[in-house]
């Protein structure tokens, strides 16, 4: 996606340890327009997938889920990070390896939300080594739904958990695969 | 909002410790064409106020100020709760007590995104004690913004927290009030 790659490179700023930081249009600070034409691409990607609901998980992915749910007209499901007094026992839950943060941390979602006659796609902002979505996989899998499209904003390329994904027949589409980057520069996959 | 308080009433679920459950609609699944409604209810109760940002707080505020932002063609900031790996040292912060979690965090927001030029309106989907608004409150203070608007999905008339906002002089629109819920019912602030 052509738009987005030109505004990574305008405004993204690599940091040591592989971190991308785009925190000022895609996920602390938030441009809605670019927001809007992400989830147009999303629904040009995935609108023949008889989707039934979008799930994605907190807090990066919400906001790029709702607006492109207004695309699909179909519900959001965000999983959540941790326990909650305001969530019932009756949850899925997975155990995800947090590569930003460096700790384990356990995705819930209520079962209620998700089931067997789901057809889903998974959003979510960035996908590296691929732990978060895995974690979403493992909830849908549990929830015996359907996984018809995994869509991710920016993919590092360079961290094989998108390939890894590809591989295993996943129909993964990513608005921006980053192969290599420094502080020098970004090169996108072609 | 009408259509706001007749959904709570049909798929509210009032728990023990003056918890309200709506996460089949608004903080858990997400019902898109009802945030589209609520955003545009905000849009018509704060559109004079010469706004340059929304604000809000990971992690159910997101999405309800994503959609907002649309009608207002502003961009969102949300503040993060700790600290993660992506986050410069150039934050404001805040301390603020979960009602919901029973414990204290840290709200962070870097600096670059909010000046002494700004005028913020600040969206949250619940209003019970006031502490996540004072949380932002404080960020703005110490940003030299002006709040010109807080807009809430539910509040909590009964704990109080916006009634102490209201007469501190804050714009404050709760879309539903309710003064009074049990399990038996609801009762909402005419």
Known sequence: MEL?????LTDGVVK???VLKVDSFL???LDISLLNEIGREFFRLFQGEKLTKIVTIESSGI???????QYFHLPVIFAKKAQS???DGEVYSSVIRSYTHGNDYTAILEKKFLGPDDRVLILDDFLATGKAQLGLLD????AGAT???IGIVIEK???GGGDHLRDAGYNLKSLAIIDEMSPDGIIFRR
Chains 1, 2 share one sequence.
């Open 27 to 29: 996920n602390h600070q």
């Open 147 to 149: 996984v018809a499209g």
């Open 157 to 159: 390329g360079f961290q």
């Open 63 to 69: 906001a790029i889920a709702a607006i492109a749910a």
């Open 139 to 142: 909830i849908a899998r549990q």
């Open 16 to 18: 040591e340890g592989h």
């Open 4 to 8: 987005l790659e030109q505004r990574i």
């Open 85 to 87: 007094k305001n969530i």
